[in-house]
C-alpha cells in the first residue's frame, strides 16, 4: 500500500470514528405529538425544571417514535424521550428520574459545551494523523499507520472519559432535583436497575467501563443510592393522579406503536381499565374495526364525557375511518374542553378541510381557516397545521398566503433551501408590505437564502 492510500484509509477511519460519535444526536427521528402525552410532560417537567433553576417557559418536552430505551437533550434547552422508553418505564418515578438526569444535562449546558470535549480529543487525533504521515512520508508505512491508529484509540478514550464524567455530575444533580421538587428517587434507581439487567442480558462486561459514552448502571446505582436514600421523600411513592395519568398515555402509545395483536396480549378484553381500553382502541382503529374502538371509547366517556382526549380519539377514529362528518361534534367539544389546545384545534381543522373539500360550504371553509390560524398562533411548530391552512388558502385563490404556509411548512420538515426561497419570495411579493404575515416572509426568505448559501459553501469546502 501507497503512503498515500495508508494516509487516505487513516482519515477514512478518523472520519468513521467521528461519524459513530455524533450520529445519536444528527440522526433524523420523527417527532411523536400527542396533545395528552405533551400536557402530562410539563406537569411532571415543571417542578424538575423549577428545581434545577430553569424557566419552564424555555425547556420543552418531546417524544420520538424510536424503540430504543434512552433520552437526551439537545441545543435550545430541549428534552427527548424516545418511544422505547416510555413504553418499557413501569413507573412514573422511573421516568421522573429519568428526566431529572436529562434537565441536568440542560442546566449543565451540555450540548453547548460538546466542544470541551471533543477538542482535546482532535489534538490527539491531529497530532496522530502529523506523525503517521511523516513515518509513511519516510518510508515507514507500518509504523506510520500504527502512529494513526493508537492516536485513534487515545483520542476516542480521551472523549469517553470526558463524556463518563459529565454523565456522573448529571445523576448528580438529578439527585438533587427530584429532593427539591419533592419527588421520590426510587424511580431513578430502579430505571438503572433496569438498564443493568439489559447489560447482563446482553452479556456487556461490568469490570470494564473504558469503551462507553455513560458510566457502567452498577457504578451509578452505587453513587446515587446513598444520596438518595437519605432524602426525606425516600419511599414516598408515586402521586396517584400522576400514575395514572402515565399508565394512560403508556398505554396509548403501546396501541399506537404496537401490531394490535401485540397490544391486545397485553390488554385482553377482560382489563376494563381506561388504559387498557385506550391501548385497544388503538388496535382495533388499526384492524380497522373502527367500530370496536368506537364502543372502547363510548365505554370511557359514559363515565367522563368531558374528558377531551377521549373526544379527540373518538374524533380521530371517526376522521380516520371515512366519517368525516361524525368525527366534528367530538373534535369540536374536544377543542372546548382543552381550551382550544393547538393540537386537537389542528386535527379540527383538517376535518373542516376534509368536509369543506366534500361539500364546499363556504361557512365550513371560514370556521377551517379560523381553527387552525388560532392553532398556529399558539404552536407555530406544527408542519401539519401549516399543510392544511395551505389547503384552505389554495381553494381561497389566495396564492401569496398559499405560498408563505408552504414555506413555514418546508422549513420545520428540513426541505430544500432552494424551495423555501422560491416559496418565501412569492408570498413577499404578494403580501401587503409591513404586515405581520409580509414580515414573516421576509424573515423566512433571509434564512432560507442563509441556508443555501452554507449548503454551497459545504460543498465547496
Do not use: C
Not at 191 to 199: H, I, M, P, T, V
Not at 348 to 361: K, M, P, S
Not at 423 to 429: E, G, I, K, L, S
Amino acid at each position: 500500500m501507497t503512503g498515500a492510500r495508508l494516509f487516505s484509509a487513516a482519515l477514512a477511519m478518523l472520519l468513521l470514528l467521528v461519524a459513530q460519535i455524533l450520529a445519536p444526536a444528527a440522526s433524523a427521528q420523527s417527532l411523536l405529538r400527542d396533545a395528552e402525552t405533551e400536557a402530562f410532560f410539563r406537569d411532571i417537567g415543571t417542578p424538575l425544571m423549577e428545581a434545577a433553576g430553569l424557566d419552564p417557559r424555555a425547556v420543552g418536552i418531546g417524544l420520538v417514535g424510536d424503540s430504543s430505551i434512552n433520552a437526551f437533550a439537545t441545543l435550545g434547552q430541549q428534552v427527548y424521550f424516545h418511544s422505547g422508553l416510555i413504553v418499557a418505564a413501569e413507573d412514573v418515578l422511573q421516568v421522573q428520574g429519568v428526566l431529572a438526569h436529562e434537565l441536568g444535562h440542560v442546566a449543565g449546558g451540555h450540548a453547548v459545551r460538546f466542544n470541551e470535549g471533543a477538542r482535546p480529543a482532535t489534538n490527539i487525533t491531529l497530532m496522530s494523523l502529523v506523525v503517521g504521515a511523516a513515518l509513511i512520508a519516510a518510508g515507514a508505512g507500518d509504523a506510520g499507520m500504527a502512529a494513526m491508529m493508537a492516536g485513534q484509540q487515545a483520542a476516542m478514550g480521551k472523549f469517553l472519559a470526558f463524556s463518563r464524567e459529565q454523565e456522573s455530575r448529571t445523576d448528580q444533580a438529578g439527585a438533587q432535583y427530584l429532593e427539591k421538587a419533592g419527588v421520590d428517587g426510587q424511580g431513578m434507581i430502579s430505571f438503572f436497575r433496569k438498564l443493568q439487567g439489559d447489560e447482563y442480558r446482553l452479556a456487556i462486561r461490568q469490570d470494564n467501563a473504558y469503551n462507553r459514552t455513560h458510566p457502567l448502571s452498577g457504578d451509578r446505582i452505587a453513587q446515587l443510592q446513598d444520596v438518595l436514600e437519605r432524602s426525606p421523600h425516600w419511599q414516598k411513592g408515586a402521586d396517584p393522579a400522576l400514575q395514572a395519568r402515565y399508565q394512560r398515555i403508556r398505554a396509548k402509545l403501546i396501541g399506537y406503536v404496537s401490531e394490535p395483536d401485540d397490544t391486545l396480549r397485553a390488554y385482553p378484553l377482560t382489563d376494563q381499565s381506561a388504559p387498557a381500553r385506550m391501548a385497544r382502541a388503538y388496535a382495533f382503529h388499526k384492524r380497522a374495526e373502527s367500530d370496536k374502538a368506537l364502543a372502547e371509547l363510548d365505554a370511557l366517556l359514559a363515565v367522563a364525557p368531558r374528558d377531551p382526549y377521549v373526544l379527540e380519539m373518538k374524533g380521530q377514529v371517526l376522521l380516520e375511518s371515512g366519517r368525516v362528518e361524525e368525527a366534528l361534534p367530538p373534535l369540536r367539544k374536544s377543542v372546548e374542553m382543552a381550551n382550544g389546545e393547538p393540537l386537537i384545534a389542528s386535527m379540527l381543522g383538517h376535518a373542516l378541510v376534509q368536509q369543506a373539500e366534500r361539500d364546499g360550504r363556504p361557512e365550513i371553509w371560514a370556521e377551517a381557516e379560523s381553527v387552525l390560524r388560532a392553532a398556529l398562533q399558539r404552536d407555530r411548530q406544527n408542519p401539519f397545521a401549516w399543510l392544511q391552512l395551505g389547503t384552505v388558502y389554495e381553494r381561497r385563490g389566495d396564492r401569496p398566503r398559499t405560498a408563505l404556509a408552504t414555506a413555514e411548512r418546508l422549513m420545520l420538515t428540513g426541505g430544500d433551501p432552494r424551495a423555501i426561497v422560491n416559496a418565501a419570495a412569492q408570498a413577499a411579493a404578494g403580501l401587503p408590505r409591513d404586515t405581520p404575515e409580509w414580515r414573516n416572509a421576509e424573515d423566512l426568505l433571509q434564512h432560507a437564502r442563509n441556508q443555501a448559501e452554507d449548503q454551497k459553501d459545504r460543498r465547496r469546502r
